[in-house]
């Protein structure tokens, strides 16, 4: 009897999808795609929007040509039409020991099913999406495929893949800028706990590669209000030490660290025209997908 | 400080407790997995010096607050030697020493009480707080220790005898000491003397009481840890009084003019009611009184009443009631046979016309061979001149002992030795036309008063060629160089007058009359008294303790002489009992000229207030217990969480 195969389609969330589907995500940058999509590309193309007029040049195909403005003014024109392509997503998923982090769910699965439905919807709107998985011991990438199965690949890396060792983030996304070479569109999900300046030194990177970027960063509700009463003794999940403390007494310069952390990376991001998303990890996810889409949905990107 | 109940201070290694549970709190630390580290790490190193230090403080607040908790129990008492004085602090006898003089019944306008009631209440505060100690209280007037169960029981109407009111003077170093002795012989071992008066400076007479102030200071530095004097000084003074006195009494045939002292304080001219009882028959008389001390001379008519009799002046009420009425009696008098030993004739001659009685008739002479103790049998007034022998002093010395008056003139002879009973200087001499002259003399009272129109002796006019100055006592007139013209001594009952020049030309113008006239007459008339049948004695006095039958003339019943003044028949004789003069006396010592003379203790000074807040040995738990709430409000407010301030809370939006 062959072995049942275990299946991760519950990390896509179904009311996401009730809420998005049908609607195209579209992206306010230019995409470079293989195909004909839903976005906008650096090229000109047979779709149906008019771009310009231009001067014909010698060599260039004439099947282009337009003939009524040759027949009123006697000359070449070419009429030239904005291309649309499809996406490539890139999901950068921060698997440091931190993002285990979270009660009842941790951030990190909280971070499978962002991706597993953000996966979903490009797919079904036929971009395609690819993952990277940053971890000390064997990272894995899934290159970005248009494929309906592409979305099945992905939740099969994503099911079993649990979170430990440091963070590589600022690191890895520095390697991802440099390999993926045709522009597309950057989903990091991590907790971001790693030099706000470093990490933005790889978003610009990014930006540099004309990727469009989006970060999510996640909280678990804890480290947001931190209401801790007693004693405690905090220890690292990376492995940093561990450290006793009064929580009333450090608590007020705790949240002021962090929201300054905080604000340095939104900051960062409004700098880059990057797209910053903190996300609490007790709150449904329709909202996280509904707060990313807005402006998306539609018409054009804002 | 002191505590009813010491052993509640182990409470305050309570104190610790929240040290202990701080740190068994830091042991029972739960362990939490924890993502951002990194911002705890960075909290912790840049935490604030504010946030230890309110954690600290925090600390300390729960700490005090289990102290005050602690001390509050434990009943803590102001008023110790030291600030921390672990003794159940009840001493064996608590000690009320009580100035029942005439001025302590004296009231202000804002509280009722009289200064002797205070007294009490302050006693009755003082002893609160000492349950199981003896009380004890000894008064001026009696002297004698009392003992009573209850502090509050002081005022009940059937213990008056022994804490109401006087007409007393007080002795209040001698009662200090007795009260000292009296605790001595009963071998107590701790004891608080709580001695409440007002003060009077007559009272205590430091000048004459240094010695006995000095023993005190010796006892009481001994027993410094055992023995605590506590000083109440009540010397508010009375927004307004009156007060009368008898200053002399004049006898005229068929009346009597007693010259009243009158005094007042606080008001400006006013008419006055005064009541003047003749044998229990009042007559109103107003009287105008423009300053603030006036003589007054009534005359009273003696013709319909009886030959032997009282009369009792009554001014009106006012805050010191004592001292608004006095007493006086007439009756028949015997007049003193004075007697006149002068050596020189002429000498004799005018002394024996000066001293003459109101019938006109002089003065007996006296041999001048040896004295003889039956020819001064019957005498009240002695007037020698000359030398005096041993024989004869030693005659003349019982004769001043008994209470006789002795009038003394110096011996014309150089050579005449001086006998130990008074000694004379050496003879002085002024050249021609030149003399010594007096410059002053005691004119408000005694032998050289003014006359009862304010008219002065002219001592000022009297030329003195020669003198001998007598080397001891006070003076009470002396000449321009300072050397004394008469001088008294009190020796036993009696008093020595010692004049320095002779009535003889050549020695003085004493001769003229002017002046030694009045004063042996006055002498006479003062020492007339003596041989009435009627007499006067000072309340509290001698003579009034040791009166142990007698009859009360005027209305009022319960009192007794020793205690009261008033009209009495003593040993047959009518008695007028009157408030001592020195109560008088309107000065009023502060506590730094008593203290200035206990140099070996420091004695505890109460507040003349009402109550218990009048004493400052009082509980003072009260003040813990504040002490306490507000460290625990204190305690909670540091411990509150900090408030997610919206300037440093993380938003979650863009």
């Known amino acids: ?302 | 400080m002191t505590f009813l109940q010491p052993l509640a201070l182990f409470g305050l290694l309570l104190a610790f407790a929240p040290i202990v549970i701080h740190l068994l709190n830091l042991l029972r630390h739960r362990t939490q997995p924890w993502a951002a580290t990194r911002f705890l790490f960075q909290a912790r190193k840049s935490s604030s010096r504010i946030s230890k230090l309110k954690r600290w403080i925090t600390l300390l607040f729960r700490m005090l607050a289990l102290a005050a908790l602690a001390f509050m129990i434990a009943r803590p008492m102001t008023g110790g030697d030291s600030l921390f004085s672990f003794s159940s602090g009840s001493p064996e006898v608590l000690v009320l020493i009580l100035d029942r003089s005439a001025s302590m019944e004296t009231r202000t306008e804002k509280d009722p009480r009289t200064k002797r009631t205070k007294a009490l209440d302050a006693f009755e505060s003082f002893a609160k707080p000492w349950t199981e100690s003896r009380l004890v209280v000894i008064d001026t007037a009696l002297e004698d220790p009392f003992f009573i169960d209850k502090a509050d029981s002081l005022k009940d109407e059937a213990l008056e005898r022994f804490f109401g009111p006087t007409d007393t003077s007080a002795d209040l170093p001698g009662t200090l000491f007795k009260t000292l002795d009296w605790l001595e012989k009963s071998g107590v071992g701790t004891a608080e003397i709580l001695l409440a008066s007002d003060m009077q400076t007559s009272n205590w007479k430091l000048d004459r009481n240094s010695e006995v102030m000095q023993k005190i200071n010796a006892i009481l530095t001994e027993k410094k840890d055992l023995w605590k004097l506590n000083l109440l000084n009540l010397n508010d003074s009375a927004p307004y009084n009156f007060s009368l006195t008898i200053d002399r009494i004049n006898r005229r045939p068929g009346r009597i003019e007693p010259i009243v002292n009158l005094c007042k304080n606080g008001r400006g001219n006013e008419m006055i009611q005064l009541s003047i009882n003749t044998n229990g028959s009042p007559e109103i008389v107003d009287l105008q009184l423009p300053s603030e001390s006036m003589l007054w001379r009534p005359k009273v008519d003696l013709k319909n009443e009886p030959e032997e009799g009282w009369i009792s002046i009554l001014g009106p009420d006012d805050f010191c009631p004592t001292d608004n009425v006095c007493f006086l009696t007439y009756g028949l008098t015997t007049p003193p046979q004075a007697a006149v030993r002068a050596f020189n004739p002429r000498a004799n001659l005018v002394l024996r016309s000066a001293s003459q009685s109101e019938l006109g008739k002089v003065a007996d002479a006296l041999p001048l061979n040896a004295l003889n103790e039956k020819g001064l049998l019957f005498r009240k007034v002695l007037i020698h001149q000359g030398k005096i022998n041993e024989k004869d002093e030693k005659i003349l010395q019982d004769f001043t002992l008994n209470g006789g008056t002795l009038v003394l003139f110096p011996p014309e002879s150089v050579n005449s030795p001086n006998s130990g009973f008074l000694s004379w200087g050496e003879l002085e001499k002024t050249d021609e036309k030149e003399y010594f002259q007096i410059s002053g003399w005691r004119r408000e009272s005694g032998l050289l008063a003014n006359s009862s129109d304010g008219n002065r002796l002219p001592l000022d006019r009297l030329n003195i060629k020669m003198r001998r100055i007598p080397t001891q006592g006070e003076p009470l007139a002396y000449y321009s160089d300072g050397k004394p013209f008469l001088t008294s001594m009190t020796v036993g009952q009696g008093v020595v007058y010692a004049f320095s020049t002779l009535p003889l030309k050549a020695w003085s113008e004493l001769d003229n009359g002017y002046v030694l006239v009045p004063a042996l007459q006055r002498l006479i008339e003062e020492t007339s008294s003596s041989y009435s049948l009627t007499q006067s004695w000072a309340c509290g006095g001698k003579e009034s303790k040791e009166a142990e039958l007698f009859e009360l003339i005027d209305e009022e019943n319960g009192k007794v002489p020793s205690l009261h003044a008033g009209i009495y028949r003593i040993d047959g004789r009518l008695t007028a009992v009157n408030r001592p003069q020195e109560e008088n006396e309107r000065r009023f010592l502060e506590n730094e000229e008593i203290i200035g003379q206990l140099p070996g203790i420091s004695p505890r000074l109460m507040e003349d207030e009402n109550s218990s807040d009048s004493t400052n040995r009082s509980e003072i738990w009260s003040f813990f217990l504040i002490l306490c709430l507000v460290l625990l409000l204190g305690e909670a407010f540091l411990g509150q969480p900090a408030p997610a301030s919206p300037g440093k809370a993380v938003s979650t939006h863009a």
């Open chain 1, 1 to 302: 009897m062959a072995r049942r195969r275990k299946t991760y389609f519950h990390y896509v969330d179904q009311d996401s999808l009730s809420r998005i589907s049908g609607e195209p995500l579209l992206t306010p940058f230019p995409m470079e795609g293989s195909v004909s999509g839903h976005h906008r590309s650096p090229h000109k193309g047979s779709s149906v929007e008019f771009a310009e007029y231009r001067e014909y040049t010698p060599g260039e195909d004439p099947r282009r040509m337009d003939w009524r403005v040759f027949a009123r003014t006697d000359r070449y024109y070419l009429k030239e039409f904005e291309a649309e392509t499809n996406l490539r997503g890139q999901f950068v998923l921060d698997c440091s020991g931190s993002m285990s982090f979270g009660t009842p769910a941790s951030k990190f699965e909280y971070a499978k099913k962002l991706i597993s439905t953000l996966s979903y919807l490009y797919v079904g709107q036929g971009d395609a999406v690819g993952l990277h998985t940053l971890r000390h011991k064997k990272p894995q990438v899934l290159p970005a495929k248009r494929n309906p199965s592409q979305v099945q690949e992905m939740l099969e890396i994503l099911g079993p893949l649990k979170p430990k060792g440091e963070t590589l983030l600022a690191s890895s996304l520095h390697e991802i800028a440099e390999s993926v070479r045709m522009r597309g569109m950057i989903f990091i999900v991590s907790d971001m706990l790693e030099d706000p300046g470093d990490i933005m030194d790889a978003v610009l990177h990014l930006r540099d590669r004309k990727h469009e970027v989006v970060l999510f960063h996640l909280f678990d509700p804890q480290e947001l209000d931190f209401t801790f009463d007693r004693p405690t003794r905090f220890v690292d999940l990376e492995g940093a030490g561990s450290l006793i403390t009064e929580p009333t007494v450090i608590r007020e310069e705790y949240l002021a660290r962090l929201n300054e952390h905080v604000q340095e990376l939104r900051q960062g991001c409004l700098e880059s025209q990057a797209r910053y998303h903190l996300v609490r990890t007790d709150s449904p996810l329709v909202d996280v997908i509904d707060d990313f889409s807005s402006g998306r949905i539609g018409g054009k990107a804002a």
